[in-house]
């Protein structure tokens, strides 16, 4: 009989420092989401003059940072896949 395999797909179990940076990088994600949905969506319901405005950055940084990140998590994305396709274009050529 084959053995089970769990999630990672090897036999292995994640390791303490593999739970904890997962938990670390949902905790980040968990603070940003959070910050980000107080800026966009509630923020523009509160006066102008509160004391809690100094901590946000301007409205118009709320599309710019997402727009920014996003084409560059396409750039990677397509930097790595021109990669993977030329490595293996040499690959496919050496052995013919």
Known sequence: MEA????LGDGEEA???D???GLG???VSLIIF???TAWVILLPFIDSQHVIHKYFLPRAYAVAIPL???LLLLLFVGLFITYVMLKNQKVTKKAQ
């Open 4 to 7: 089970k395999r769990d999630a």
């Open 15 to 17: 390791t303490g420092t």
């Open 19 to 21: 739970q904890v940076v």
């Open 25 to 27: 990088l949902v905790a």
């Open 34 to 36: 959070t910050y980000y």
């Open 68 to 70: 920014a990140a996003g």
